[in-house]
């Protein structure tokens, strides 16, 4: 049962476009997300992330907006640039339990 | 400041083989967790400590052990490899609840 989703695997976007990279969940309980980025043969960096208690979350070209009555949330990076070619996981949590459940990943490709 | 690393960087075993994978972390952080990264799939959570002397299994615990003796380590054990174990190995540790977890450079481990 997969209760975090991204249901894109690659995403291409010409650089200086803004890409939209999308994330379903379905347990009802999880109130904390966060996004990673990982380039090849690297450890996943930490990009942004948000509570339950927000819609929005924004850091310099970084945005997350979260929809809870949707169970969805939405990463944009505006404008994209070639270093952000990489795997994007979204990946999420209840507070109190601390463990994180993460999506498949979707590959980001940046056109120069 | 060195962050999470991890040893070995690649590993090949043979089925029935035990090995020990290495997580050190510099930062002080009281949390520490491993996962796993199948092609296709998302990180899985393995095991995670929230503390020395504090261990407790994550999503997919089945053929490794751990544990916790100091604050900096965090050893992974395969007791008897099997090639389902293929897989990339990651480290991650955190200072507490509700922060990101930063990650190791991962350990590409081949079972024969």
């Known amino acids: 049962d997969q209760q975090v989703k991204q249901n894109s695997p690659s995403l291409s976007v010409q650089e200086g476009r803004i890409s939209i990279l999308n994330c379903d969940y379905t347990n009802s309980m999880f109130d904390y997300f966060l996004w990673y980025k990982k380039y090849p043969a690297e450890g996943p960096t930490f990009l942004i992330s948000i509570s339950s208690i927000k819609d929005k979350n924004e850091d310099g070209r970084f945005t997350v907006f979260l929809n809870k009555s949707a169970k969805h949330l939405s990463l944009h990076i505006v404008p994209s640039q070639p270093g952000d070619s990489a795997v994007y996981f979204c990946a999420a949590s209840n507070f109190g339990n601390e463990k994180l459940t993460f999506g498949t990943g979707t590959r980001l490709t940046i056109i120069p | 400041n060195a962050g999470v690393t991890q040893t070995p960087k690649f590993q090949v075993l043979k089925t029935g083989q035990s090995m020990t994978l290495q997580c050190a972390q510099d930062?002080?952080?009281?949390?520490m967790s491993w996962y796993r990264q199948d092609p296709g799939m998302g990180l899985r959570l393995i095991h995670y400590?929230?503390?020395?002397?504090?261990?407790d299994q994550g999503e997919v615990p089945n053929g490794y052990n751990v544990s916790r003796s100091t604050t900096e380590d965090f050893p992974l054990r395969l007791l008897s490899a099997a090639p389902s174990q293929t897989s990339v190995y990651f480290c991650a540790s955190k200072t507490g609840r509700g922060q990101p977890q930063h990650f190791g450079d991962g350990t590409r481990l081949s079972i024969l």
């Open positions: 930062m002080n952080h009281e949390y």
């Open positions: 400590s929230v503390g020395a002397g504090i261990t």
